[in-house]
T-cell receptor
């Protein structure tokens, strides 16, 4: 499954498929980006991060891609599982202000069995 | 167990009655911060603290105060709560002396209702 455009509130995918969640960030001065996962009734949980001097970073079953030209970030989840169902947020941190974190609106990922 | 602990988890209060939401972390983290989460508005940063005695405003600081007298605690104070402060609040911490680096650990959230 793949989200169309820069952001969709909900993405529905079949179990076992790959998921792609997109995020448009707001500030060209941002140089550090983080993806979080929030399950119902819980606090956000760190998934993966990337700095602006990189285009791609891989973790376990997840990959983050950064396109600074169009200020776009994506999170790819391989072989999506029911446990991946959650809301996913991207967040950006401005260069020179490493304490201030700006979150995107979030995308709900629904995994169909 | 490494964790960020918030109290209370749920609170219903009335307009104008001062309240404090406590936040404590046991990871010796330098950085701590508070967020509120509202439907349609996502997570917004209220205040953050890079270190003891150092605090700074996030995007929505109005109506809130914080203090960082010791490294492990970062309480959020609502001096005179109003209904528009009804929200789900999260505290978070991160290691690193220059702000957020790597993993940001969140608490379980405090759901506050102001009548």
């Amino acid at each position: 499954g793949e989200s169309v455009g820069l952001h969709l509130p909900t993405l529905s995918v079949q179990e076992g498929d790959n998921s792609i969640i997109n995020c448009a960030y707001s500030n060209s001065a941002s140089d550090y980006f983080i993806w979080y996962k929030q399950e119902s009734g819980k606090g956000p949980q760190f998934i993966i991060d990337i700095r602006s001097n990189m285009d791609k970073r891989q973790g376990q079953r997840v990959t983050v891609l950064l396109n600074k030209t169009v200020k776009h970030l994506s999170l790819q989840i391989a072989a999506t599982q029911p446990g991946d169902s959650a809301v996913y947020f991207c967040a950006e941190i401005l260069s020179g202000n490493t304490g201030k974190l700006i979150f995107g609106q979030g995308t709900t990922l629904q995994v169909k069995p | 167990e490494a964790q960020v602990t918030q109290n209370p988890r749920y609170l219903i209060t009335v307009t104008g009655k001062k309240l404090t939401v406590t936040c404590s972390q046991n990871m010796n983290h330098e950085y701590m911060s508070w967020y509120r989460q509202d439907p349609g508005l996502g997570l917004r940063q209220i205040y953050y603290s890079m270190n003891v005695e150092v605090t700074d405003k996030g995007d929505v600081p109005e109506g809130y105060k914080v203090s960082r007298k010791e490294k492990r605690n970062f309480p959020l104070i609502l001096e005179s709560p109003s209904p528009n402060q009804t929200s789900l609040y999260f505290c978070a911490s991160s290691m690193g002396t220059g702000g957020i680096t790597g993993e940001l650990f969140f608490g379980e959230g405090s759901r506050l209702t102001v009548l």
